[in-house]
């Protein structure tokens, strides 16, 4: 089970870091993504981080604002959000799979509880 955190009311223009944990596994061999929905949206992949961390993906309307890392000693991936924006307002989740490549197809290992965030205008 993944458990996302970190998530909160921001007004536009301000920064967030979210967290993605795993219970009883290590994420260590895992690539892992963020997604993120919004109510009557359907859900949109932001980022994903290889099971190195060599390699990073986003979507093209988070590009140059969010960054993903890991930090596989505390078990950990994050993602720092800035220059925050209302439409960036959604649940976010994280997911765990054997490759970015897999989650952009839907196949996950692990899924968790997301946090809400939220960007005032």
């Known amino acids: 089970q993944l458990q996302a955190s970190g998530g909160g009311l921001v007004q536009a223009g301000g920064s967030l870091r979210l967290s993605c944990t795993a219970s009883?596994?290590?994420?260590?061999?895992?690539?892992i993504g963020w997604f993120r929905q919004a109510p009557g949206n359907e859900r949109e992949g932001v980022s994903c981080i290889s099971i190195s961390g060599d390699n990073t993906n986003y979507a093209d309307s988070v590009k140059g604002r969010f960054t993903i890392s890991r930090d596989n000693a505390k078990n950990t991936v994050y993602l720092q959000m800035n220059s925050l924006k209302p439409e960036d307002t959604a649940v976010y989740y994280c997911?765990?799979?054997?490759?970015?490549?897999?989650?952009?197809?839907?196949?996950?290992?692990?899924w968790g509880q997301g946090t809400q965030v939220t960007v005032s205008s």
């Open positions: 009883g596994f290590s994420l260590d061999y895992y690539a």
């Open positions: 997911a765990a799979a054997q490759a970015c490549s897999e989650l952009e197809l839907g196949i996950e290992d692990a």
